[in-house]
């Protein structure tokens, strides 16, 4: 498994912007598609975006795709998500994890390693 620690969360006023980031450790990083998650209080976790093993294949949740872009940067073993024009229910802590397939990259039962979570607040 692949040991994952997200920063970059942090409170920021709605339209505005945010870049998280997930370092990797180990070698097989670029082995692993990799997804961001969100979960508020009270709520399952829910899926916002997904990036392939080489990058070249992206997925996103409706309510986040035109502002949000998730990329990775294998040789610094590196997830990135960038958030842009922020809305207070984007209010959650935001978790990165791995995967084996794309396919069901939007399952959270797919990912089999996951960070400790970073926290992101938007306020109105």
């Known amino acids: 498994q692949v040991q994952l620690v997200e920063s970059g969360g942090g409170l920021v006023q709605a339209g505005g912007s945010l870049r998280l980031s997930c370092a990797a450790s180990?070698?097989?990083?670029?082995?692993?598609?990799m997804g961001w998650f969100r979960q508020t209080p009270g709520k399952e976790r829910e899926f916002v975006a997904a990036?392939?093993?080489?990058?070249?294949?992206?997925a996103y949740a409706d309510s986040v795709k035109g502002r949000f872009a998730i990329s990775r940067d294998n040789a610094k073993n590196t997830l990135y998500l960038q958030m842009n024009s922020l809305k207070p229910e984007d209010t959650a802590v935001y978790y990165c994890?791995?995967?084996?397939?794309?396919?069901?990259?939007?399952?959270?039962?797919?990912?089999?390693?996951w960070g400790q979570g970073t926290l992101v607040t938007v306020s109105s």
């Open positions: 990036v392939s093993w080489r990058g070249s294949r992206t």
């Open positions: 180990g070698r097989t990083f670029r082995s692993y598609v």
């Open positions: 994890a791995a995967a084996i397939s794309f396919d069901q990259s939007t399952d959270p039962r797919s990912y089999n390693s």
